[in-house]
């Protein structure tokens, strides 16, 4: 079996102050990378490094909103001052406005995008600047989402911003492979704080918390759901030097899952000499490429009879 040996190498996490920002940083520490970790709130970007250097590892604080241009710059800094390098960057900082769209205000849209779709930009690109300087390769790794695969109900905002993400992984796969700069995204499913708050899956959650026991197979096989901890693996495996063919790659993992995502393709097509008129479509789409229509949203949790 690899063993995944991250010693040398430099990682920036943004968000990185709980949840599963912190598990990620905790990983890449634990497989022996200096890490920089990020969040808003000075207090958690604090007890993450002490978390860090607790089990061993050597870590180093930034507090900031990650979104602007110049957090993405002195987190890349941050890295350099303190290790003398960037081989790692995970874009996991986040926020959430949730409201139907009826309800949901230009603050919570650009609040929204700010912090996931343009935070990921901004800090990527600081990475990329950096690590094609290095001239040594690198790894980024984005942190997408379910919601931004197939839509969420009340979302808006952020699903968007996590397909955007999805894309952006796909294109800086392109532009950076000269450079031997992979990118991918992460399409994590853990209980999280949020996940807590869905009414099927908290009572196994609560017991879970409350006595240890792991997670109903139900959960960590069928949904994809388990701990933080269940997710940094493939972190971890993405930053590695194991990882180098891998890239532009959209990867879901949770519980005991692990999932390619496909790229969006067409499905169906029809041909027509002339093109199609509103009349012509209307008459061939129940029985042509509409037979089979794609579904929207993530599809709801089953729990097995009488769990």
């Known amino acids: 079996m690899v063993v995944m040996d991250l ?65 993405a710059e002195q987190l ?42 343009r935070g990921t930009f901004t800090c990527a690109r600081a990475a990329a600047v950096r ?15 379910p919601a931004g695969q197939r839509g969420n109900f009340g979302q808006t905002n952020y699903a968007a911003a996590k397909a955007g993400i999805v894309a952006m992984a796909r294109t800086w796969a392109m532009e950076l492979a000269r450079a031997q700069i992979t990118v991918n995204a992460v399409v994590p499913v853990a209980a999280t704080e949020m996940t807590k708050t869905i009414p099927v899956f908290a009572p ?5 918390e ?15 759901l388990g701990t933080v901890d269940d997710v940094t693996g493939l972190v971890t495996f993405l930053a590695s030097d194991a990882s180098s063919g891998v890239t532009g790659q959209a990867i879901g993992v949770g519980g005991d899952r692990l999932a390619l995502w496909s790229h969006p393709n067409e499905k169906a097509v029809m041909l027509r000499d002339g093109g199609w008129s509103a009349e012509e479509i ?6 042509g ?19």
């Open 7 to 71: 010693i040398g190498k430099v990682a920036v996490v943004t968000g990185s102050g709980r949840g599963l920002g912190l598990a990620y940083a905790r990983a890449l520490a634990a497989s022996g990378a200096s890490v920089v970790v990020n969040d808003v709130e000075e207090e958690a970007v604090e007890a993450a490094v002490k978390a860090v250097e607790a089990a061993g590892g050597k870590a180093v604080g930034v507090t900031a909103a990650v979104g602007g241009t110049g957090a």
């Open 76 to 117: 890349v800094s941050a890295a350099v001052e303190h290790f003398g390098r960037l081989d790692v960057l995970v874009t996991n900082a986040g926020i959430l406005r949730d409201r139907v769209l009826w309800k949901m205000t230009d603050d919570d849209f650009d609040d929204v995008v700010h912090v996931h779709m």
């Open 131 to 145: 690590m094609r300087e290095q001239g040594e390769g690198g790894r980024i790794i984005l942190i997408g989402s």
């Open 204 to 208: 196994a959650i609560e017991e879970a």
């Open 210 to 224: 409350r006595t240890g026991a792991p997670l109903p197979d139900w959960m960590r096989k069928d949904e994809g």
């Open 282 to 287: 209307a008459h061939d789409w129940a029985g």
């Open 289 to 307: 490429i509409g037979a089979e229509p794609e579904s929207c949203g993530i599809p709801a949790p089953q729990p097995p009879t009488g769990a």
